[in-house]
């Protein structure tokens, strides 16, 4: 069982930078898949990055070269760096784990959801 808590989240202007963590629960994290997905209003979730136990990484063709995954195993973390922010870019950001160790990008892949932190950017 993974117990899964997101923070970060914020209001920030068009241009601008946040990092959002992730804290998981259990011994196993280094062994599992991360990934953050978003969901904005009327829209259906969808895959942002993803970073294996190996820390190889997965990005969305939206946030590639602005956003940033990574994982600290000894703190049970993982970490969504997100720069040059856009409006587009706002939405509910919510961390998953998968215990399998392959990269998924569907959402219905992950068996451990966190209850998600709002990104808010401004024009």
């Known amino acids: 069982q993974v117990h899964l808590v997101e923070s970060g989240g914020g209001l920030v202007q068009a241009g601008g930078s946040l990092r959002l963590s992730c804290a998981a629960s259990?011994?196993?994290?280094?062994?599992?898949?991360m990934g953050w997905f978003r969901q904005a209003p009327g829209k259906q979730r969808e895959f942002v990055a993803a970073?294996?136990?190996?820390?190889?990484?997965y990005y969305a063709d939206s946030v590639k070269g602005r956003f940033t995954i990574s994982r600290d195993n000894a703190k049970n973390t993982v970490y969504l760096q997100m720069n040059s922010l856009k409006p587009e870019d706002t939405a509910v950001y919510y961390c998953?784990?998968?215990?399998?160790?392959?990269?998924?990008?569907?959402?219905?892949?992950?068996?451990?959801w966190g209850q998600g932190t709002q990104v808010t950017v401004s024009a």
């Open positions: 998953a784990a998968d215990s399998t160790g392959r990269i998924y990008l569907h959402a219905g892949n992950y068996g451990y």
């Open positions: 970073i294996s136990w190996s820390a190889g990484t």
């Open positions: 259990g011994r196993t994290f280094s062994s599992y898949t």
